[in-house]
């Protein structure tokens, strides 16, 4: 791939438009800024991810 980063491409995501330049970085400092996860969140968001999967699975 010749792609610059941060350079829109096409196949970004399919069936979204591409990110414009900049996009990841403004991620990444968003990211930055959030305090970390608690326990208790991490947790959460394990139990939804299983179940998300599971319900593929059983699809």
Not at 14 to 42: F, K, M, N, S
Request: aromatic share 6%; charged share 25%; no cysteine.
């Amino acid at each position: 791939m010749t792609a610059l980063v941060g350079a829109p491409t096409a196949g970004d995501t399919p069936g979204r438009p591409a990110r414009p330049a900049g996009y990841w970085e403004r991620i990444d400092r968003l990211v930055d800024q959030a305090p970390p996860l608690t326990d208790d969140q991490r947790a959460r968001l394990r139990v939804i991810f299983q179940q998300t999967r599971q319900a593929q699975e059983a699809a």
